[in-house]
T-cell receptor
């Protein structure tokens, strides 16, 4: 059972373009939605996260858009740079109950930014 | 601080062999996790621990066992390795309870690449 579905699997963008990665979730009990960035040979690292009481969060060139009614959220990377080339994972978690702190990850998106 | 460290970095096993992966963290985190990463499947939770001496099953626990005898260490064991366990294994930790600040961020180690032939 895949509770968080991520698309696309891979994405190629030109330098300076906008990269958009989408995720959809099923469990309405999820209330924390982070994005992780992973470079080859490294472990994932938290990039940006959002809670469902806001519809958008921006940190530098990275923005999360959140649509609670559609149970969807997306990552936008503005002015994409070759250094952004990495695998991106969306995830979801519950902040209460027995599943507290556990992350359910999407399948990942391999982003390549061409110079 | 070293953060989260994992040993070994690479390992090749034959079917039926056993091994233990070690994860250590120096951030005084309460929670620790073991994931496996496979192409197109993201990261899947194998087992996790919410404190010293406690463990619980995740999404894909079959074929694995874990132990958390010390707060800073979380061990993942494969008793009888199978080719289906060929994967990259990541350990993570989170929730610095002593800080009084709630944090949901998980800190990942560099991974162990395991091949079972």
């Amino acid at each position: 059972q895949q509770q968080v579905k991520q698309s696309p699997q891979s994405l190629i963008v030109q330098k300076g373009g906008i990269s958009i990665i989408n995720c959809a979730y099923e469990n309405t009990a999820f209330d924390y939605f982070p994005w992780y960035q992973q470079f080859p040979g490294k472990g994932p690292a938290l990039l940006i996260a959002i809670r469902p009481d806001v519809s958008e969060k921006k940190e530098g060139r990275f923005t999360i858009s959140f649509n609670k009614s559609a149970k969807q959220f997306s990552l936008h990377i503005m002015d994409s740079q070759p250094g952004d080339s990495a695998t991106y994972f969306c995830a979801a978690s519950m902040r209460s109950g027995t599943s507290y702190g556990k992350l359910t990850f999407g399948q990942g998106t391999i982003l390549t930014v061409h110079p | 601080n070293a953060g989260v460290t994992q040993t070994p970095k690479f390992r090749v096993l034959k079917t039926g062999q056993s091994m233990t992966l070690l994860c250590a963290q120096d951030m005084n985190h309460e929670y620790m996790y073991w994931y496996r990463q496979d192409p197109g499947m993201g990261l899947r939770l194998i087992h996790y621990s919410v404190g010293e001496g406690t463990t619980a099953k995740g999404e894909v626990p079959d074929g694995y066992n874990v132990s958390r005898l010390k707060k800073q260490n979380f061990l993942l064991g494969l008793e009888s390795a199978a080719p289906s366990q060929t994967s990259v294994y990541f350990c993570a930790s989170s929730y610095p309870r002593t800080s009084g600040r709630t944090s949901y961020e998980q800190y990942f180690g560099p991974g162990t690449r395991l091949t079972v032939t």
